[in-house]
């Protein structure tokens, strides 16, 4: 993420260092908040809040639009639509997003600034990444809710986009959690860009092909499919997100009755994801040097 002080206008902002009063005091809740709600201000006032907005408006605005050529806007074809296009595309936006979320800051200088307070350096890895969640979150709530508004203007919108959106955020919960884990293991930002592209290849592209080839080739079981879906955040968020829609029926939503793999277990996972990843990241910071 970019530093914030800059000159506009002749005014000088306040530099991205400055520490909020009260940010080595007070309880550990305390603390994480703090650093949450700095890291927060940070994104809005750098505009990643509105980019990140922006971008998920237009693809649910893009899909209704050529949904609806036929003059007649099908919601569940709608929604099946962005829960494909967003199994890409929302892996990708949380890695990139979260990414610099450490690393990028020590090499601003803002985290040698933290980590010289008396404030534990896993509190401050979990407060920032908290942060960033909450932008990421709203982000994905305001730009699937533009295309909500639009399906419900037009007497179209169904419960299948609620659980889309809810699906969005607990999935991009776990891949931000893992780009923020990957940002504390880089020593540099492009080694973790570098990380964060090299796991989207694996979570959207390869995945996917590796599991259903070891099931094909009899290598392993059809009972190893549920393992498979819950072992990558990607295909667990699709699967959540299409088991609402009430229309699908046919290929892996006929292979997984019976799995086991119901949308409770599916939450569970990507909950899972998140805790580990902030977990491992507010861990492993302690043995980086600043």
């Known amino acids: 993420m970019t530093d914030v002080s800059a000159e506009e206008d ?8 400055a520490l909020p009063t009260g940010v080595s005091e007070g309880s550990a809740l305390d603390q994480v908040a703090t650093v949450a709600r700095l890291e927060f201000t940070l994104a809005v006032r750098n505009r990643w809040a509105f980019a990140l907005a922006a971008l998920f408006a237009s693809l649910s605005l893009l899909v209704i639009a050529l ?4 003059g007649v806007v099908r919601a569940d074809a709608v929604v099946v639509s962005l829960v494909e296009l967003s199994a890409l595309l ?3 936006v949380a890695l990139l997003f979260g990414s610099d979320a450490v690393v990028g800051r020590d090499e601003s200088g803002w985290l040698g600034v933290l980590f010289a307070l008396p404030v534990p350096r896993g509190r401050i890895v979990v407060g920032t990444y908290l942060g960033r969640l909450a932008v990421f979150t709203g982000a994905v709530v305001a730009g699937f809710g533009v295309g909500g508004l639009w399906l419900a203007a037009q007497g179209r919108f169904t419960a299948a986009y609620l659980g889309l959106v809810g699906a969005a955020v607990l999935g991009g919960a776990a891949f931000l959690a893992l780009s923020v884990l990957l940002s504390t293991l880089a020593a540099e ?3 973790a860009l570098g990380g964060a592209l090299l796991l989207w ?4 592209l390869v995945h996917d092909l590796v599991s259903v080839g070891l099931i094909a080739a009899d290598l392993v079981g059809p009972d190893w499919l549920a393992a498979f879906v819950l ?18 029926t046919g290929g892996m939503a006929d292979v997984l009755v019976g799995s086991g793999v119901t949308p409770p277990v599916l939450v569970a996972a990507l909950v899972a994801w998140s805790l580990a990843g902030t977990w491992l990241a507010s861990r492993l910071v302690r043995r980086r040097s600043v």
């Not at 002749?10 to 260092?17: L, R, W, Y």
């Not at 290849?201 to 959207?204: E, G, H, L, M, S």
């Not at 990607?234 to 229309?247: D, K, M, N, Y």
């Open 189 to 191: 930002k492009t080694h």
């Open 231 to 248: 072992a990558n955040p990607a295909t667990a968020f699709r699967v959540l997100a299409l088991q609402s829609v009430p229309t699908v």
């Open 90 to 92: 929302l892996p990708l």
């Open 10 to 17: 002749g005014v000088t902002e306040e530099p991205a260092f």
């Open 67 to 70: 949904g609806g050529q036929g």
């Open 201 to 204: 290849v694996w979570v959207a």
